[in-house]
T-cell receptor
Framework: GQQLNQSPQSMFIQEGEDVSMNCTSSSIFNTWLWYKQDPGEGPVLLIALYKAGELTSNGRLTAQFGITRKDSFLNISASIPSDVGIYFCAARSYNTDKLIFGTGTRLQVFP | EAQVTQNPRYLITVTGKKLTVTCSQNMNHEYMSWYRQDPGLGLRQIYYSMNVEVTDKGDVPEGYKVSRKEKRNFPLILESPSPNQTSLYFC?????????????????FGSGTRLTVV
């Protein structure tokens, strides 16, 4: 079945550093989404991407929909302690009813 | 406030004792779904519903049942829970119709139900 390979699995960075994570697949998708999950809560949508090549920002977050439609990345600039959490990519293809999730990237930010 | 509400937040039960996790959304969303989250496996879809009385299996439906008698509610039923169903469960809803080519909205998730089956 369709799978999303998300990397890295975890990151330990110092406050102020930039962060980059990505998702790849062998399948083509028409929607890529990035979610953040705070401890003890459900995932919350950060950025949604709908066109190949699209680059979208949300504050310090920037995400891109890969040209091949098989990948996406998320960058966080100048990280702060509240960026701590698990980040999930998710993707949907036109001909399915499902939103497929990556395995998540756990981010720790040290002061 | 627009939200997805799950109950209970925490549940410890014994093998074989039927249980129901409730999910309710106040956004008039057509699409609802249940996921389980396990370490290293991310979020895996259990069941989903495109509208009232329309449900379908996700990737890991074994051992679960759902119903969609009303638009706002989508309970998850474990008829005979087993220890391998110990997990963190999330209900989600969306205003998009899944077969729309250019849906604009992602899911709204509940806060989760942590289930332990002993």
């Amino acid at each position: 079945g369709q799978q999303l390979n998300q990397s890295p699995q975890s990151m330990f960075i110092q406050e102020g550093e930039d962060v980059s994570m990505n998702c790849t697949s062998s399948s083509i998708f028409n929607t890529w989404l990035w979610y953040k999950q705070d401890p003890g809560e459900g995932p919350v949508l950060l950025i949604a991407l709908y066109k190949a090549g699209e680059l979208t920002s949300n504050g310090r977050l920037t995400a891109q929909f890969g040209i091949t439609r098989k990948d996406s990345f998320l960058n966080i600039s100048a990280s702060i302690p509240s960026d701590v959490g698990i980040y999930f990519c998710a993707a949907r293809s036109y001909n399915t009813d499902k939103l497929i999730f990556g395995t998540g990237t756990r981010l720790q930010v040290f002061p | 406030e627009a939200q997805v509400t799950q109950n209970p937040r925490y549940l410890i039960t014994v093998t074989g004792k039927k249980l129901t996790v409730t999910c309710s959304q106040n956004m008039n969303h057509e699409y609802m779904s249940w996921y389980r989250q396990d370490p290293g496996l991310g979020l895996r879809q259990i069941y989903y519903s495109m509208n009232v009385e329309v449900t379908d299996k996700g990737d890991v439906p074994e051992g679960y049942k759902v119903s969609r008698k009303e638009k706002r509610n989508f309970p998850l039923i474990l008829e005979s829970p087993s220890p391998n169903q110990t997990s963190l469960y999330f209900c989600a809803s969306s205003s998009e119709t899944p077969d729309t080519a250019y849906s604009r909205y992602g899911y709204t998730f509940g806060s989760g139900t942590r289930l332990t089956v002993v």
